[in-house]
């Protein structure tokens, strides 16, 4: 959890609990998550979907989100599964919950939110856009498109220049706050 002081005009009363909570199967999306945080301020964490629970999630005005684009769309346990008995594939980290169950394990609440995913170029569907839809059900007014980063290949690395742009991205989210 983080605690930022934003100026007196904020609709929040001054003081804004933010965080970023990432699914992240080949590294790609943890990085994109701490370079988000890193831009929203030095106190901003970013925590796995296994972290981003109870006390550390309690009370929180800004939720930003993200996870990989996986088929088409957020990615499914079955998916994941898939992917994992998969012997040409490269492991991915699965040790984690899916972005989905960790959404609908989410607490209603009142705040903001944000969305974002890693994904090839050319690739239809968005895991952000499906992250947004269940942010707003949870009670976090979340604008309906995320913001999309770039992975080379299929597994990574992202592409050039993707995480400065993220600091970037977080750097905006922390000033809209205001």
Same mark, same amino acid.
């Given at each position: 959890m983080v605690v930022r002081?934003?100026?007196?005009?904020?609709?929040?009363?001054?003081?804004?609990? #933010?965080?970023?909570?990432? %699914?992240?199967?080949? !590294?790609?999306?943890?990085?994109? $998550?701490? =370079?988000?945080?890193? *831009?929203?301020?030095?106190?901003?964490?970013?925590?796995?979907? #296994?972290?981003?629970?109870? %006390?550390?999630?309690? !009370?929180?005005?800004?939720?930003? $989100?993200? =996870?990989?684009?996986? *088929?088409?769309?957020?990615?499914?346990?079955?998916?994941?599964?898939?992917?994992?008995?998969?012997?040409?594939?490269?492991?991915?980290?699965?040790?984690?919950?899916?972005?989905?169950?960790?959404l609908a394990d989410l607490p209603k609440g009142t705040g903001r939110g944000a969305s974002f995913e890693t994904r090839i170029w050319w690739s239809p569907g968005s895991a952000a856009n499906a992250i947004a839809r269940m942010l707003n059900d949870a009670g976090y007014s979340t604008p309906p498109k995320g913001e999309k980063f770039l992975v080379t290949g299929r597994y990574g690395p992202l592409k050039v220049g993707e995480i400065e742009r993220a600091k970037e991205w977080g750097a905006m989210l922390g000033r809209s706050l205001g």
């Open positions: 002081n934003v100026p007196g005009s904020s609709s929040f009363g001054g003081t804004v609990k #933010a965080v970023v909570v990432y %699914e992240s199967l080949w !590294g790609n999306t943890a990085a994109i $998550a701490h =370079a988000i945080a890193e *831009g929203l301020g030095p106190d901003t964490k970013a925590l796995s979907t #296994a972290e981003a629970i109870g %006390e550390e999630i309690k !009370g929180v005005d800004l939720f930003v $989100a993200g =996870a990989p684009l996986l *088929g088409f769309s957020l990615p499914t346990e079955g998916m994941r599964k898939s992917i994992d008995s998969n012997p040409r594939e490269k492991k991915p980290t699965l040790s984690v919950p899916t972005m989905r169950s960790w």
